[in-house]
């Protein structure tokens, strides 16, 4: 009967701590930001919304089987996740960097100045910080609906700003602009609604004012030799994501009997290996292996859309199929060594 007590107890704090996403506190009281956000706004935006994505993301990786897997993997593969995570995930991480770099002036407290990496890598790329607040405020200010503007380091270790849509965020293969966010302006209007009501741009001047440059700096020096940074690198290849959605359309339905899709789309796939072989392969895959694989699998889709033209069996298409599928996990792993 012990035991038996035992298992049930382990088994319930095993569910519970299998859902290792927590809402991490914030550093100063709701009300310490009045300045640029009022208290009852921070209250709900981080004990409500915050609090919610937190919830269901645990709710989405668990339903998905993802336990386990770092936030940073979750965003990084958002692509291939249910919109559940990839919301979700985006939400807790994209908000939890929000509270770190926001820092009010208050009797014990005021937001930090950048250091001198920082300030020339600014200078650098944007002229001065002042040419960098506007470009943060026109991609926060254009951004259609929800989402969030972003201060980007890219793999290039270059900085940029960009803005994506909903809980996208930079991590993403998902987005256009990859690399790692240092500093994130939410323009949700949950984020500003109560004081600004529709006046964004009033909402971007007092968010300007509590920015604590010290911990964007720190983040910034963190993010130049962040292996995450190196992985993103490795990812950012459109092309071979863009092949990888064909492959998986045709190739998982023939596993199950359908051929149609297969059918349908072989000349799809085919056109997707020709631009994945003439792509831009990322820097860190610049290798021969990776080169000739590429050349195989190209002719191995020739082949199969051939095949296909000719209204092969079904037999003689599953070979080929299972073929092309092997060269492109032959790829896969090349680009994981
Ligand atoms: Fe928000």
Redesign the pocket.
């Known amino acids: 009967m012990k035991s038996i007590i035992y298992l049930f107890v382990f088994s319930i704090s095993g569910a519970i701590f299998a859902q290792d996403f927590t809402l991490p506190e914030l550093q100063f009281s709701y009300d310490a930001y009045e300045q640029g956000i009022d208290a009852k706004t921070m209250e709900i935006?981080h004990s409500k919304?915050?609090r919610g994505y937190v919830r269901k993301l645990n709710k989405a990786v668990s339903e998905s089987k993802l336990e386990g897997k770092s936030l940073e993997d979750l965003l990084m593969y958002a692509s291939y996740r249910t919109l559940g995570v990839r919301n979700n995930s985006g939400?807790h991480y994209?908000?939890t960097l929000?509270w770190e770099i926001l820092t009010p002036t208050t009797e014990k407290s005021a937001p930090g100045i950048p250091s001198k990496s920082i300030e020339n890598a600014i200078k650098k790329h944007f002229g001065s910080m002042d040419a960098l607040r506007k470009q943060l405020s026109v991609a926060a200010a254009k951004r259609f609906g929800s989402g969030w503007a972003w201060l980007v380091v890219t793999p290039n270790k270059d900085l940029v700003v960009s803005s994506s849509p909903n809980q996208d965020n930079p991590i993403m293969d998902v987005s256009d602009v990859r690399g790692i966010p240092i500093l994130g302006i939410?323009v949700?209007e949950?984020?500003y609604y109560l004081r600004y009501q529709n006046k964004r741009g009033d909402y971007l001047s007092a968010i300007w004012s509590l920015l604590d440059w010290g911990v964007v700096s720190e983040k910034y020096d963190a993010a130049l030799n962040s292996p995450l940074l190196a992985k993103i690198e490795k990812e950012n290849w459109p092309e071979k994501n863009a092949f990888h959605k064909v492959l998986a359309q045709t190739f998982h339905a023939a596993e199950k009997g359908d051929f149609k899709p297969l059918r349908n789309m072989s000349g799809a796939l085919y056109a997707q290996a020709i631009l994945l072989q003439d792509s831009d392969i990322p820097k860190p895959l610049l290798k021969p292996e990776v080169s000739l694989a590429l050349v195989r699998l190209e002719k191995k889709c020739g082949a199969l859309n051939k095949l296909v033209g000719k209204n092969a069996r079904e037999k003689a298409l599953m070979k080929m199929i299972v073929a092309v599928h092997d060269i492109f996990h032959e790829v896969q792993g090349l680009c994981h060594d």
Do not use: S
């Open positions: 935006h919304h915050h939400g994209n908000h929000f939410d949700w949950h984020a």
